[in-house]
């Protein structure tokens, strides 16, 4: 298996250069030359495998061997050693069209976690086994920087500084990120939004000398590893219920923002995993449920809401559905992204909205809407939901009522404990009770550094933290 970029500079990398390389060289997004495909008979065989041993499984498609199978088989053991549930993303039935995947029981109780705990023992891996210096940066909308942190932090050889828009983050996001005690660990409160603070990564990592010179390694979405480790919970919960009901094909609603999660879905319908549609759940940064339904991608004015995980207006893994969707034409792409860049905002023909639609369909849930659906299903199924995965549950609905299909079975992705995000929840007078390693943040000191959205003063920060002995 080998590795090229969308926008087709780069190609021929193996697995752990595609690791550490992140956002490609020529600012293109990493993809496989080649899309593995699983065959029903495969399916059949890896029902019943624990999360595991299905995670193993996928891997090993996409690794070259280039980890030997053991190592990679203790990687993953202690990536969910942590997890707070023997199942990892246990799955529980609603009502018989109904299922929330539970994608929350890592460390800091968001889905990042899953694919984050694997990156950060992966990274660790590599630190030792080729002598590689790990120096990660990232930007976070809150889930994203708590849960690298959470993957890394302590680890030897790796460091990590992490941007987060100052004050637009949930309290327990940015306590999570702020009370960690260790070395090699360093939070930049930017003022500004989410966007800000991903533009200046993008930006960072598009100097290739800067990115070289300081070893920056990526933790975003826009690393394939993270894509990749995120499709295994799409067949483990499509194979539960295959098992349980003989489902054909299943929906699976996904609150997004960056596009990450849904693209893995997507990955996976490729490999082979029948999915009908991938619903793009959205907030009021509705970007993604503008481009399906008209067919121009364009960002407009960004929107702080109760789903702060989802306030993203440009969705960094959309160039790579864009490859695909561009019948893998990197000219194209190029040309597309290009023209995004300068105009802010891209438009695709009829016919190719044609596909999007028969591969999505996408809603932006409004504030209140989120709030309802919260309130509905703690009251009709006494299942209490984060307000993310409220986007989700309301997009779920909204995409049955629209297109009469009521009998498709639908996996709801729960992307967040709604621990997390008791802001939005006791708008609604709910109680609930905090887990004890959220209610024990609030009183630890936090370490964070408040500076403005301009990149002088990060690459200043940068060389000081990097540069230290
Ligand atoms: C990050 C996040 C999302 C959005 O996921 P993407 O991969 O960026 O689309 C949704 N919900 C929660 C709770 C998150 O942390």
Redesign the pocket.
Known sequence: MKYSSTRGNVSGKGFVETLLMGLADDGGLLIPEEIPVVSDATLDQWSGLSYEALFLEIFSLYINDEIPQDDLKELVANSYSRFRHPEITPLKPIHDQLYVLEL?HGPTF???DVALQFLGELYSYVAKKYNETIHILGAT????GA?AIEGVRGKEGIRICILHPHQKVSLVQERQMTTVEDENVLNLSVKGNFDDCQGLIKELFADLSFKEKHHLRAVN?INFVRILA?SVYYFYAYLQIRAKTKAAKVNFS???????????GYLAKQMGLPINKLIIATNENNILEQFVRTGVYKSGEFKSTH?P??D?QV?S?FERYLYYLLDRDTAKVASYMKQFQSTGQIQIDEQLLAVVQSDFAAFGVKNDACLQAIGNYQFEYDYLL?P??A?GISSYESYTEQSGDDQTVCVA?A??HPA??DEAIRLLDIKQELPVEIASLLTKEQHQVVIDNAKQEIVQQLEEFYGRE
């Open positions: 929350f968001a889905f990042k909308s809150g889930d994203t849960a979405s995120q996904v609150p997004s923002g960056n596009f990450g999660n849904i693209f893995s789903s995980s989802m993203i969705a893994n984060d993310h995965t986007c992705f992307t967040a997390k995000f």
